[in-house]
């Protein structure tokens, strides 16, 4: 545990063993995973209400929830369990309250191809999570022979409607958050940042990058109320950049809806053995040599398995061409991280069609974490009681022996391992 949030901490630094007060370390650990959580919730809600959508519950949520780990309040570790549970449960909601209003403003997602590299012509590129703040960038440089560009976690802008309308909505440049500095150090253009995932900019291109919302860097002009101005004014002013061969083109944009017309095939290659299981390989990618293993993992798997993805774990792997069976695709991008709410309404829509529980779909979760969304994703699988998720590529810090022990003997948590021994141990 680490505490120093009171005037009592140990030798005026911190409680390290257990605090002066008497918080146990377990109590500590879980203090910090209901904050991390309620971090993740805070950042879905925040651009639900970008789009202007609130809910008064998970607001209410959070005011306690942060109560709650104040000096001299809660002590109790069941509670701090049944806190972070709850957690789960707000976040579900939260995650469904963005998903309604991305749906509401924007229209239902649907299945499109992004070409990723340069088209000939000046640009800007647009990183993060916000799709308010590329809308916005998208209306303002329409007609203005500027070419916009998505990179990590806003590829998934590509399939709504109102935003893939815009022709200069052109691509996809780079990959996860982690390959920032290289990629925009690459290419001559100017760049927003829009949500968190940014990183402390080179002096290569900190000039030309901007950032919007909760981002802000060092150096790095803010904009304000959404006024793309200065953005456009450098993107002009740094000119054109050169044509790429775009011969990679990732698919995303998959809805709820897309797929649920897909259920009575679905059914029927389930019945017939030729489609054997869904696993969901999604989570935040990161650089740690243990995140091959996705790739490895999704690469090894037999041609019966269709792979559902989401969030920037999917560029592990989303330039695999898996195909399809029977016309049902092999890889399915539902979106970014809280799109984890469309492959949750999906595998409820299947308990029905298939008239069974959760825990009995042929469905298994192989989670990436890097950061604290991924602690309130992870906490709304757990509340929905789903058994026997893989977790990694590192086992979270947050978590001390006590809590991992309560996860595998619960809710039967397994740390990711060898990819082979993996995938033999799912498909049985
Ligand atoms: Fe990836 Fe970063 Fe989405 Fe995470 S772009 S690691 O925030 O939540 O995923
Ligand atoms: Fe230490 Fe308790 Fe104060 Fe935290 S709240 S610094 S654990 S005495």
Known sequence: MFCYQCSQTARGTGCTVRGVCGKEPTVARLQDNLLFAMKGISAYLYHARELGYTDEEVDAFLERGFYSTLTNVNFDPGRFVEMALEAGHMNLKTMALLKKAHIETYGEPEPTEVPVGAV??????????????????????????????????????????????????VGQLGGPWFD?????????VAILGTSNCVLLPQDEYKERMFTSGVAELPG??????????????KALELGDLE?????????????ASTILSLAPKIKELVEDG??????????????????KYYTEFVEKLPEDVVVLTLACGKYRFNEMDLGDIEGVPRLIDVGQCNDAIVAVDVAVALTELFGVELNELPLTIVCSWMEQKAAAILWSLLALDIKGIYLGPILPGWANDDIIKVLVENYDLRPIGDPEEDIKQILG
């Open 120 to 169: 000939k012509g000046p640009g800007i590129l647009a990183t993060g999570h916000s799709m308010k703040a590329l809308a916005e960038l998208l209306k303002q440089t329409e007609g203005k022979g500027i070419n916009v560009y998505t990179h990590s976690e806003l590829l998934p802008a590509h399939g709504y409607p109102e935003l893939k309308k815009y022709k200069h909505l």
């Open 180 to 188: 920032q500095r290289q990629t925009f150090s690459r290419y001559p």
């Open 220 to 233: 790095v002009e803010h904009i304000e109320d959404y006024d793309f101005t200065p953005v456009i004014e």
């Open 243 to 255: 044509e790429e061969p775009r011969d990679t083109v990732l698919t995303t944009g998959f809805g």
């Open 274 to 291: 030729k489609i054997k299981r869904f696993i969901l390989v999604g989570g935040c990618d990161s650089p740690l040599a243990q995140a």
